[in-house]
Antibody
Framework: QITLKESGPTLVKPTQTLTLTCIVS??????????VGWIRQPPGKALEWLAL???????RYSPSLSSRLTVTKDTSRNEVVLTMTNMAPVDTGTYYC???????????????WGQGTLVTVAS | QSVLTQPPSVSGAPGQRVAISCAGS?????????VNWYQHLPRTAPKLLIY???NRPSGVPDRFSGSKSGTSASLAITGLQAEDEAYYYC????????????FGGGTKLTVL
């Protein structure tokens, strides 16, 4: 049974760095084809993909946010960590981590999601 | 502005059929990357509804179906039910953006 759970601060101040942790279970971060993605949703807005880390440590980032994002994994601890620098009020939203389902040759879907964690950016 | 374009809203009466479109381009849907669909209810995590253009995960009713043609994809829902009222998002992969995952802007389905 695959589960994911996000944790991190609920409130961060502008200009601070956000660090979110995703603890996974039911699969190994070492398994060929596995990946964990991060997706967020600002209040009243659409889902926005942020980052994806693959089993081989390949990493992909949203082009519009790549300068502020870093994603890492610790396979021994079954966790994936996302850091986002220089937080601003527009970064307020619910942040999800999700398990990657490989579709086709290079495609990605997210078949299991964490419950999400609400992050508010305010002074 | 989302890379994948969806109508902001659609509606239908119970029992009817509705379709939600997802328009892309030659660097994503048109490049033969798969399209996936999610259902998102308020205060819950998104749920994968269709993957690989037309496949349903276990537990998803066959009232939901997906298709893809050229640079567009579509999600069809038949036998509309009140519980289908939700936001629906398409998602694919785009080769022009350093190999990025892309989502549509979302469509609010209202069951009249």
């Amino acid at each position: 049974q695959i589960t994911l759970k996000e944790s991190g601060p609920t409130l961060v101040k502008p200009t601070q760095t956000l660090t979110l942790t995703c603890i996974v279970s039911g699969f190994s971060l070492r398994t060929n084809g596995v990946g964990v993605g991060w997706i967020r949703q600002p209040p009243g807005k659409a889902l926005e993909w942020l980052a994806l880390i693959y089993w081989d440590d390949d990493k992909r980032y949203s082009p519009s946010l790549s300068s502020r994002l870093t994603v890492t994994k610790d396979t021994s601890r079954n966790e994936v960590v996302l850091t986002m620098t220089n937080m601003a009020p527009v970064d307020t939203g619910t942040y999800y981590c999700a398990h990657r389902l490989r579709t086709g040759v290079e495609g990605t879907a997210f078949d299991y999601w964490g419950q999400g964690t609400l992050v508010t950016v305010a002074s | 502005q989302s890379v994948l374009t969806q109508p902001p809203s659609v509606s239908g009466a119970p029992g009817q059929r509705v379709a939600i479109s997802c328009a892309g381009s030659s660097s994503n849907i048109g490049a033969d990357y798969d399209v996936n669909w999610y259902q998102h209810l308020p205060r819950t995590a998104p749920k994968l509804l269709i993957y690989g253009n037309k496949n349903r995960p276990s537990g998803v009713p066959d009232r939901f179906s997906g298709s893809k043609s050229g640079t567009s994809a579509s999600l069809a829902i038949t036998g509309l039910q009140a519980e289908d009222e939700a936001y629906y998002y398409c998602q694919s992969f785009d080769s022009s953006l350093s190999g990025s995952v892309v989502f549509g802007g979302g469509t609010k389905l209202t069951v009249l």
